[in-house]
């Protein structure tokens, strides 16, 4: 007698990319083999990075910068709403860097003014020095940062920022990441703000 053997999948949490990979395991394109995944989650509940959670009365993103759609109609959007049945929520940004003692409106390098004048002016000093060499800016995150905005800009938010988001030596971090996410310098606004 012959047995069949049968496929087994285990998947690894019960994020947006495991429950997606479940998704497609039993509802398989035409021809594809129906195969029933047994999911492992540490957490109570699914969602992984997309999940909120609440707490006396607050909601806690446990990300914000997870899921940017480029168009309102986006494949992956009407995937996650209509197959995966999670309510996404649009936010729009409203957030501010916590530097002396002031809140400065993100992004930093266009709202200079809301710092101590003596450090706006160091700010800007040192970003028209970097504007006016010219040199292009590249190489690690750190260098980029101080080609792009100066030392004193990239001492005061970009490095120390980004040091505690990605806690990853920032000499040896590459550029190549950043596209739309990481807004470059435009020296109009820098100078307005």
């Known amino acids: 007698m012959k047995s069949e053997k049968k496929d087994k999948v285990v998947i690894l949490g019960a994020g947006l990319t495991g429950l997606t990979a479940a ?3 039993e509802n398989p394109s035409a021809g594809g083999k129906k195969i029933k995944p047994f999911i492992l989650e540490k957490k109570d509940c699914a969602g992984g990075l997309c999940r909120t959670e609440e707490k006396e009365g607050f909601s806690f993103d446990h ?38 003692n002031t809140l400065v409106p993100y992004p930093f390098q266009y709202h200079l003014a809301y710092l101590p004048k003596d450090e706006k002016e160091k700010c800007v ?13 590249g ?44 807004p470059g310098p435009d020296v109009g606004m820098i100078l307005r703000g």
């Open 63 to 100: 990300t914000g910068h997870l899921l940017h759609f480029k168009k309102k109609d986006s494949l992956w959007k009407t995937f996650i709403e209509d197959t995966l049945k999670i309510d996404l929520k649009k936010h729009s940004r409203r957030a501010s860097i916590h530097i002396m």
């Open 23 to 25: 998704h497609f395991l």
């Open 125 to 137: 000093r040192d970003y028209l020095k970097v504007y006016k060499s010219g040199a292009p800016a």
């Open 139 to 182: 190489g690690s995150f750190r260098k980029w940062a101080e080609d792009s905005f100066g030392k004193r800009m990239a001492s005061l938010f970009f490095l120390p920022y980004n040091q505690k988001l990605w806690n990853f030596n920032l000499n040896k971090m590459s550029t190549d990441w950043m596209g739309r996410f990481v």
